[in-house]
């Protein structure tokens, strides 16, 4: 029974050191795995503790530190000392209406114009590839052939806002637009070029960034390429060789970019007159806002345009779907905090 006890205990020792060992080994290299991981990531992320994860400045695949600083300080490159000369220098405000380019616009006529609805009678064969192209593309592909590339889309902002003035000293070519795309109808991502290139600012639009996340229709290959080479100097198009997704397909576009301001649109997009301004001065007055224009809706079966009914909040219900709320402010031309937004536009 000694005999047996004493075995029982050697065994018992022995298993208790094999365990200690394991546990200091285990600890070891937790240990030498975290510092090895703060030595290449350096201030990338801060530790669990500190209850949030900051990106660092100079990470390498995002080689873009100047969208981490205030647009004006980085571009006006002075002190502010004064409210007055805070004021004359920097809050002077213009009305940047194109006035030109609107009676030029309001003037169009044909298919879908002033952003009504398509109305042509189809032939049988008409409806049939209609309907073909609609199960492919969900939408109404054949009246987006149909329309102009350059259609007007009327003007479905609200008087206030039509008269509104911007901040004047918007910096030069600081705005860089990327566009993600796959499988998209071309028609659709063609008048979404024309309509940004024609309604933006010239000396505030640096390029527009079309990202292909491994597109496989062959409209969108060489075509397009020439097509864009021939109408859009400042449109580059970035070819990803797998699918990665949208969100790693704008973080894509966003490395490919040289803009201090980046503004994100889906591929089916057509702008409003004067659209830019409003997008950007907030963020030159504060660069830590994001900012979500009003999102008018183009009808998936007709190509009308059917403005967005008032202000609104978004946010999400019980069931977690995406609803709208009122917004209870006075002026309609100031921004509203939203706690959620729609990812189409911003």
């Known amino acids: 029974m000694g005999i047996i006890t004493a075995l029982y205990r050697s065994r018992f020792i022995l298993l208790m050191l094999v365990i200690l060992f394991y546990t200091m080994t285990v600890f070891f290299i937790v240990q030498l795995a975290r510092n090895d991981t703060s030595k290449t990531l350096g201030p990338a992320l801060r530790s669990l503790s500190d209850k949030i994860f900051i990106v660092d400045e100079s990470i390498s695949d995002v080689n873009r530190t100047s969208i981490i600083e205030p647009v004006n300080k980085l571009r006006f490159n002075h002190t502010v000392t004064t409210n007055a ?37 189809l032939s049988a064969e008409e409806q049939e590839l209609s309907e073909k192209l609609f199960q492919q593309y969900k939408f109404n592909a054949l009246a987006s052939d149909y329309i102009s590339l350059e259609r007007s889309t009327g003007d479905t902002r609200t008087d206030v806002c039509k008269v509104k003035k911007f901040l004047k000293n918007i910096p030069e070519a600081s705005v860089s637009i990327i ?8 028609s659709t991502i063609l008048r979404t070029l024309h309509s940004i290139t024609n309604k933006s600012p010239a000396k505030l639009l640096r390029e527009i960034v079309l990202v292909d996340d491994f597109s496989s229709n062959p409209e969108l290959q060489e075509s397009l390429e020439n097509y864009v080479r021939l109408h859009f100097p400042k449109v580059k198009i970035v070819r990803n ?17 040289g803009g201090d301001i980046l503004i994100f649109f889906d591929a089916h997009t057509e702008v409003n007159h004067n659209y830019l301004p409003p997008l950007v001065e907030p963020i030159v007055l504060d660069y830590r806002k ?57």
């Open 85 to 121: 000369e805070f004021n004359q220098t920097l809050l002077e405000y213009i009305d940047w209406n194109d006035y030109e380019f609107m009676a030029k616009d309001a003037q169009r006529r044909g298919l879908g114009e002033q952003g009504t609805e398509f109305n042509k009678t």
């Open 179 to 186: 566009i993600i795309f796959y499988n998209e109808k071309n």
């Open 241 to 257: 060789t797998q699918r990665h997704g949208l969100i790693r397909s704008r973080m894509i576009g966003a490395n490919a970019t």
């Open 290 to 346: 994001i900012i979500c224009p009003m999102i008018d809706n183009i009808a998936s079966d007709s190509m009308e345009i059917r403005p967005a009914e008032g202000r609104e909040r978004g946010a999400f219900s019980w069931d977690m779907l995406y609803k709208r709320l009122p917004v209870y402010q006075e002026d309609a031309t100031i921004p509203h905090p939203v706690p959620a937004m729609l990812g189409a536009a911003f």
